[in-house]
């Protein structure tokens, strides 16, 4: 099955598509984990976007319809779009690349969240260089200070554009251009929405739920 996972910055989106990947064997793409390592790898492409990133804009349609594209031929167990499509361009984009692959969108899971949340998560989050594991210093910290559960690496990092600037900037950006999606596909038919608000394993079983 193919699946989106549609939710403002900090609604959990990636926190769920790991277990997904886990529990499920689906394949997570990501957009932002892959415009990231497109900069850590000093590509041209990376260079570009990452002041576009870091104060929380959009990159173009363009680029991510791109990145999507060479991982759909790749072919996979399901996937599950993170991140992807954010406008209705890259929605369109998306339902034609599946059409000509011959594949379908079973489900598009919206993580509902209210912004006084989304502050405190973002603001407390911090990820693994080593394996992607996403932690919070209050909600989900590392079992040892300072040392990945996951794989046991030390290189813990906080990301550019969390801080409550480029946050307010990512907030916008989602409510003029990516929420117009929630009645997109909506008005398709595959719209479910889960409380994005309760603990992460609750959120998981909704989203089972939905899935079936
Ligand atoms: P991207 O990387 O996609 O970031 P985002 O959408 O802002 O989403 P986040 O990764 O911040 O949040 P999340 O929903 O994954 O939450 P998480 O699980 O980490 O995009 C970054 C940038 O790249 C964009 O601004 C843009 O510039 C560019 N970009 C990417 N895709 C693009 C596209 N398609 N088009 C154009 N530009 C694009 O959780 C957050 C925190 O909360 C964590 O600390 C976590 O531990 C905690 N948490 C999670 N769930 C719960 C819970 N249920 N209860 C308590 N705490 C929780
Ligand atoms: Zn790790």
Known sequence: INIIL??????GKGTQARKLVEERGMVQL??????????DSGTE????????MARGELVTDEIVIGLIREKLAEGGKGFIFDGFPRTLGQADALGELL?????????????RVDDEALVRRIT???TCGNCGEVYHDET??????????????TDLKRRADDNEESLRTRLLEY???????IGYYYAKGNLT????????DEVSRQIAEALG
């Open 45 to 52: 492409m990376g260079n570009k976007v990452a002041e576009v």
């Open 175 to 181: 409510y003029k251009k990516t929420s117009p999606l």
């Open 99 to 111: 059409n000509e692959t011959g594949q379908v969108l079973d489900a598009v899971i919206e993580m």
């Open 6 to 11: 549609l939710g403002p910055p900090g609604a």
């Open 30 to 39: 990501s957009t932002g984990d892959m415009l990231r390592a497109a900069k």
């Open 124 to 126: 407390g989050r911090f």
């Open 140 to 153: 989900k910290p590392t079992a040892k200070p300072g040392v990945c559960d996951v794989c046991g690496s």
């Open 193 to 200: 929405p889960v409380n994005g608000l309760a603990e992460i």
